[in-house]
């Protein structure tokens, strides 16, 4: 089955055309049309009040089965906090060379560190991370490239120290 696009779903509130700004440079990464479009879900069925955070595994499955399809690939875009169990946190996740996966900008805020606003930062960080899930859709794995945008990222400063584009071997992969 041929690929057609990738569907981007944002799921609550994000700044009037910051996904503009996304769409261009995941169109180009991908050679793929990009579709961005409102998602609507019931995000209190995935929050664990322990942790005061939504559960990323559960939200991972719930875009799989209700939003993706198998000529697409799907990432679920949120602005809440994100966990799986082993993790205290986590930007995105996504099946590798699956169908879909899940990205979040709530930590990628300059102002969550106390640090001041940078509307331009937070469009870089959040280009980043999704490009980063998709590649993992794509069946890429995390890079030892400290350039490639499929280097983990524990921090958000690790996102910073990356480029928002594959590195040659990765770029060869899902050529």
Same mark, same amino acid.
């Given at each position: 089955? +041929?690929?057609?696009?990738? +569907?981007?779903?944002?799921?609550?509130?994000?700044?009037?055309?910051?996904?503009?700004?996304?769409?261009? =440079?995941?169109?180009?990464?991908?050679?793929?049309?990009?579709?961005?479009?409102?998602?609507?879900?019931?995000?209190?069925?995935?929050?664990?009040?322990?942790?005061?955070?939504? =559960?990323?595994?559960?939200?991972?499955? #719930? &875009?799989?089965?209700?939003?993706?399809?198998?000529? @697409?690939?799907?990432?679920?875009?949120?602005?809440? =906090?994100?966990? !799986?169990?082993?993790?205290?946190?986590?930007?995105? %996740?996504?099946?590798? @060379?699956?169908?879909?996966? &899940?990205?979040?900008?709530?930590?990628?805020? @300059?102002?969550?560190?106390? &640090?001041?606003?940078?509307?331009? &930062?937070?469009?870089?960080?959040?280009?980043?991370?999704? !490009? *980063? #899930?998709?590649? *993992?859709?794509?069946?890429?794995? *995390?890079?030892?490239?400290?350039?490639?945008?499929?280097?983990?990222?524990?921090?958000?400063?690790?996102?910073? %120290?990356? =480029? *928002?584009?594959?590195?040659?071997?990765?770029?060869?992969?899902?050529?």
């Amino acid at each position: 089955m +041929k690929l057609e696009r990738i +569907k981007l779903i944002s799921f609550g509130y994000f700044e009037k055309g910051l996904l503009d700004k996304v769409v261009k =440079d995941v169109e180009y990464e991908f050679q793929l049309p990009v579709k961005t479009k409102e998602g609507h879900l019931d995000l209190s069925l995935f929050y664990d009040p322990a942790r005061r955070q939504y =559960d990323g595994f559960r939200l991972l499955k #719930e &875009i799989d089965s209700s939003f993706a399809k198998e000529t @697409n690939k799907t990432l679920g875009l949120f602005n809440v =906090d994100l966990y !799986i169990p082993i993790l205290t946190y986590i930007f995105g %996740q996504a099946y590798l @060379n699956g169908r879909a996966g &899940i990205a979040s900008i709530y930590r990628l805020r @300059n102002e969550r560190y106390g &640090i001041f606003k940078d509307e331009m &930062i937070l469009v870089d960080r959040f280009r980043k991370e999704v !490009i *980063h #899930e998709l590649g *993992h859709t794509f069946g890429l794995v *995390h890079c030892y490239d400290p350039d490639c945008v499929m280097r983990s990222s524990t921090y958000v400063e690790d996102i910073d %120290q990356k =480029d *928002h584009k594959f590195c040659r071997q990765c770029r060869e992969k899902i050529s």
